[in-house]
């Protein structure tokens, strides 16, 4: 080789020498730094979004749901920059950019511009879960300094439907009422991040599939068809009376499951941000009110029970008034002598003050106890209050005979429903729950409800209390306007006066008037109570509560396909059957 | 003579080997070419499937609003003129499909329930 060829040579391999010693310095010695570094530049770190589960009626129909939206940002200080590294950019008016968005998003021009006018910050946000049709309008501006970020809104089909059950999330997607704010943790999940490789132009290059975190799904006890329905007929009397408020409870008395719970006022579940305290309380579980006479089965059913009557035990309630404690308490009219059935039959305040007398206020007090009053019914939903109770030694020389009829105490309409569901089931107190199941999003079961049940009466003398209480809307009775076509119902009326606590005295003119009963007596499908708080034009719980309580009965007998009690009886039924050919 | 033909091959035998070298290594870069490629084309996919998935959720939400007990009754009766059953006037037929066709007749109140078998 000539000399020249040494030397290039030469050359060349210290060149190639250079080469491996600066890849040996970046690939070996300061190998972990600059994959730091790469990594940085071409891979970003991504929030994977959690999908709250669904939640299912009892019937499998969808009552929350997740709808993928975009939420709009604006970076100011980009929206108004006028070059980019000396590069004059094209030029925007922030005016123009706000008038823009506001006609796309349906938003306050003014208020997009404040924020578009603010110094020093490079993110605010302009609407958060933003439609798909609204953020298209948006993406197609193609405005310098406005983003968009997918986030996940919570959706209820249905509206306003069951609002006092299912309650709502925040703009976070954290649970803030009912079922939503319960089940929190088992509807939501751990959020993840996945790390996504990007190209120089900011490509996303997918290394698979990122994977899907989702809640578990929830399926509820109650019934679309039946919430519907009660809540139609809700919605009817609270035309008809003007009442204040309103609630209904609708439960299988066997098992405790709520089939349907509605208030009165109420909201939109879409749009709960509007709704003020008063419409999003669930009074079903929160108010506390005087039960009035649908407390009367507390004292009957604890006298047939400690055999201090029997339904044949006669009480003289001529007089129409009856002392107690210093303190004069009467019936609406004079009634005569009754029979403890007709006692509860007619809501006589004197016949059931007299029973309660008869077993004194320790019984009394257990009883009520055993009848759940006192203390929560531990239903599956937040709020819940205990009602009000006292100990018997605080109780006064009247109060034997002001509980025994309904006042003294406070109840809400759920303990109510549940002490009727006891009479209805044969003595056995249930547990209220509204959750059915829970199932992984992959379908494993990981909770199922099972009926918890206690007994608090003999089954003899809980039917025997029932076959009383079919009298209630029967000829004579305080709720012919209950009775429901077809099948025998049982139950109580309740007009209650509400207590001025500013006057120290109740009422004479705000009344809360119920209903509380099931149906078919003879074999109970539902149990359910109409609680109306200050009707205007009638008062009487037979008069405002009692055709609500037909009303929804006979459309959610219809629904359930439960036959009449007459359907042997009024020999409705010819069928010819043909024979099939061959046979 | 030999020498010749073993001059002869080691040239063949070093070209060859080179050329295998280039194709490996070009083969190498076509693998991981094809698999950037691949990643580019799964990470559209990905943005259609989600697009598609976010359109099939709107579609699911608004049929979940549409049939709403509430809206199907209204539409039932504004426009179908259907209401609500009345109890009374339900006529209970006996389940007894394996017994072929059945027809069912309302009869008077007092002959009581019968079966008629044709």
């Known amino acids: 080789m000539s000399r020249r060829g040494v030397v290039i040579v030469a050359i060349i391999s210290l060149a190639f020498a250079a080469v491996i010693a600066r890849l040996a310095y970046i690939m070996l010695l300061n190998h972990d730094l600059f994959l730091a570094k790469a ?13 709250r589960g669904i939640i299912y009626d009892r019937q499998g129909r969808e009552l929350a749901i997740n709808l993928e939206t975009e939420s709009v940002f604006c970076d100011p200080v980009e929206v108004r920059k006028t070059e980019d590294q000396g590069r004059p950019l094209k030029p925007q008016r922030p005016e123009e950019v706000a008038v823009h968005l506001s006609k796309a998003l349906g938003t306050d021009a003014k208020a997009v511009l404040a924020k578009l006018n603010t110094d020093d910050k490079h993110f605010l946000w302009i609407e958060r879960k933003v439609d798909q049709e609204r953020a298209k309008r948006v993406h197609d501006m193609k405005l310098r300094g406005i983003g968009f970020i997918p986030e996940l809104k919570r959706y209820y089909p249905k509206g306003s439907l069951a609002s006092h059950l299912i309650g709502f999330v925040n703009s976070e997607n954290a649970g803030l009422e009912g079922i939503e704010r319960q089940y929190d943790k088992h509807l939501s999940t751990q959020t993840e991040s996945a790390t996504r490789v990007k190209d120089a132009r900011g490509n996303t290059l997918s290394e698979g599939m990122l994977k899907e975190l989702k809640g578990n799904d929830i399926v509820l006890t109650i019934d679309e068809g ?17 009442a204040s408020s309103a609630t209904v409870i609708m439960m299988d008395p066997y098992t405790g499951e709520i089939l349907a719970l509605a208030n009165r006022p109420t909201y939109n579940l879409n749009d709960s941000g509007s709704a003020d305290m008063q ?52 019936d609406d009219h004079r009634h005569g002598v009754l029979t403890f059935e007709e006692v509860i039959q007619k809501s006589s305040n004197v016949g059931t003050i007299k029973i309660g007398l008869g077993l004194g206020k320790q019984r009394m007090y257990e009883y009520i106890r055993r009848f759940g009053f006192g203390e929560k019914t ?50 056995l107190l249930v547990k209220p729950h509204v959750v059915a199941a829970i199932r992984t999003p992959d379908g494993k079961l990981v909770y199922k409800a099972e009926p918890k049940a206690e007994r608090i009466l003999s089954e003899k003398n809980a039917l025997k209390f029932r076959e009383i209480l079919k009298g209630v809307t029967e ?8 009775a429901v076509d077809g099948n025998k119902v049982a139950g109580k009326t309740g007009t209650a006066q509400i207590f001025d606590t500013r006057a120290k005295r109740y009422s004479k003119d705000r009344y ?11 074999d109970p499908r539902i149990v359910m109570i109409v609680v109306m708080h200050e009707p205007k034009g009638a008062i009487y719980g037979g008069v405002v509560a009692g055709p609500v309580f037909k009303d929804i009965s006979n459309e959610a007998l219809s629904y359930l396909s439960v036959p009449r009690d007459d359907q042997r009886e009024r020999g409705l039924l010819l069928v010819s059957t043909k024979e099939q050919s061959g046979r | 003579m030999r020498r010749r033909r073993g001059s002869r091959l080691v040239p063949v035998g070093r070209i060859a080997m080179i050329v295998a070298l280039v194709l490996l290594v070009f083969s190498v870069v076509w693998i991981r070419s094809s698999v950037v490629s691949l990643e580019y084309q799964l990470s559209s996919l990905e943005i259609k499937k989600k697009e598609l998935m976010r359109e099939a959720k709107t579609l699911g939400a608004q049929r979940a609003g549409l049939v709403t007990l509430k809206r199907l009754e209204t539409v039932a009766s504004a426009d179908g003129g259907l209401m609500f059953p009345d109890r009374m006037k339900v006529v209970y037929v006996k389940n007894q499909r394996d017994r072929g066709a059945m027809t069912a007749a309302f009869v008077p109140a007092d002959s009581g329930p019968r079966v008629v078998r044709e």
């Open chain 1, 226 to 242: 039946l919430q519907h329905i009660v809540e139609k007929n809700l919605d009817a009397a609270m035309a008809k009376w003007r």
């Open chain 1, 378 to 427: 531990g239903i599956d939903i937040a709020g819940e209050v205990s009602g009000l109770l006292r100990a018997p030694e605080k109780w006064s020389g009247m109060s034997i005979g002001a509980i025994s009829i309904g006042q003294e105490v406070g109840v809400t309409p759920l303990q109510i429903v549940r002490a009727y569901a006891a009479i209805a089931n044969g003595g």
């Open chain 1, 39 to 51: 990594r940085g530049q071409h891979t970003k770190k991504e929030t994977i979004p959690v999908k």
């Open chain 1, 279 to 330: 419409r999003l309380r669930n009074r079903a579980i929160t108010d506390v009110y005087e039960p009035g006479s649908t407390f009367k089965i507390v004292a009957g059913a604890a006298a047939l029970e400690e055999g201090t009557a029997t339904p044949k035990s006669r009480y003289d309630c001529s007089a129409g008034t009856i002392e107690v404690g210093g303190r004069r308490i009467k």
């Open chain 1, 475 to 482: 000829a004579g009775g305080t709720a012919k306007t209950a």
């Open chain 1, 512 to 522: 809360i008037g119920s209903f509380v009963g099931f149906v078919p007596a003879g």
